[in-house]
């Protein structure tokens, strides 16, 4: 089974940006996918990303959010700009559409 680590998450002002990373042990699935999950809140799909580089985006985050993968390196990202309180949550990344098998995660919080 392909275990999936992420990384890159932190503490930032709104206004702020972070890049996120996802490293897998193995090969990549064709879709990829960055969730998030708030404080309360149930996990949400933030962003996908086809092995051919063909993306899609929440409408929250649209415009601020860039997925891209590096697939010699196994490795997926999350590029967040413009960052917002209520970005604030655990990010992690799964193939679409998300399997059982999920990350620790990454907190990400953005402070007002």
């Known amino acids: 089974q392909v275990q999936l680590v992420e990384s890159g998450g932190g503490l930032v002002q709104a206004g702020g940006s972070l890049r996120l990373s996802c490293v897998a042990s193995?090969?990549?699935?064709?879709?990829m996918g960055w969730y998030r999950q708030a404080p309360g809140k149930q996990r949400e799909l933030v962003a996908t990303?086809?092995?051919?580089?063909?993306?899609n985006y929440a409408d929250s985050v649209k415009g601020r959010f860039t997925i891209s993968r590096d697939n010699a390196k196994n490795t997926v990202y999350l590029q967040m700009n413009s960052l917002k309180p209520e970005d604030t949550a655990v990010y992690f990344c799964?193939?679409?559409?998300?399997?059982?098998?999920w990350g620790q995660g990454t907190q990400v919080t953005v402070s007002s």
């Open positions: 193995g090969r990549m699935f064709r879709l």
């Open positions: 990303i086809t092995h051919g580089d063909s993306t």
């Open positions: 799964n193939r679409f559409p998300a399997s059982d098998y």
